[in-house]
T-cell receptor, first 114, second 110 residues
């Protein structure tokens, strides 16, 4: 069974630009969660989508948004990039909601903002 | 007080040593306790999962939870170089998104 895939794996952007990251969950998984990982703050929850609906949202500004498609694939978007947005963005999928089901993580997208 | 506190290390031990990794948490609603392992350039993977207080053993790994002191531990016996990774604790209430510790970076030296 294929794991969670994320594209692209690496991305370099400049301040003020926007970026879209993509996540394909494990087949059959309906929940996709997004996390930001930095050395200073660790792994922080961004948001979770289940059956195309946002179920939970972390404490991030509105520049961070996401969506989920009917095939459970998900995208997250960051607008007006700031230097502090440089991080590893991880997506995780689970059969049901992330709170009560094992999450499987993808390898992440490494975003560098210059 | 942060919801989950974890010493970031790095922690360096010789092969064969017993490793102790620890976290403290503040939310008394946490009932499920997970440990994730993250290798370099990879996403985290679930290593162990326990419910409520007590111990759980899986091979060389033992997870221990003390809810009275809000303290969780992961012990690794006979540590191997392949155990070199970052270990993240993630206590959970069961109905909210996971909250992760910052992770402890472990190096096991052959």
């Amino acid at each position: 069974k294929a794991g969670v895939t994320q594209t692209p794996r690496y991305l370099i952007k400049t301040r003020g630009q926007q970026v879209t990251l993509s996540c394909s969950p494990i087949s059959g998984h309906r929940s996709v969660s997004w996390y930001q990982q930095t050395p200073g703050q660790g792994l922080q929850f961004l948001f979770e989508y289940f059956s195309e609906t946002q179920r939970n949202k972390g404490n991030f500004p509105g520049r961070f948004s996401g969506r989920q498609f009917s095939n459970s694939r998900s995208e997250m978007n960051v607008s007006t990039l700031e230097l502090g947005d440089s991080a590893l963005y991880l997506c995780a999928s689970s059969l049901g909601t992330s709170a009560s089901n094992e999450q499987f993580f993808g390898p992440g997208t490494r975003l560098t903002v210059l | 007080q942060k919801e989950v506190e974890q010493d970031p290390g790095p922690l360096s031990v010789p092969e064969g040593a017993i490793v102790s990794l620890n976290c403290t948490y503040s939310n008394s609603a946490f009932q499920y306790f997970m440990w994730y392992r993250q290798y370099s350039r990879k996403g985290p993977e679930l290593l162990m999962y326990t419910y409520s207080s007590g111990n759980k053993e899986d091979g060389r790994f033992t997870a221990q939870v003390d809810k009275s002191s809000k303290y969780i531990s992961l012990f690794i016996r006979d540590s191997q170089p392949s155990d070199s990774a970052t270990y993240l604790c993630a206590p959970n209430s069961g109905n909210t998104p996971l909250v992760f510790g910052k992770g402890t970076r472990l190096s096991v030296i052959a």
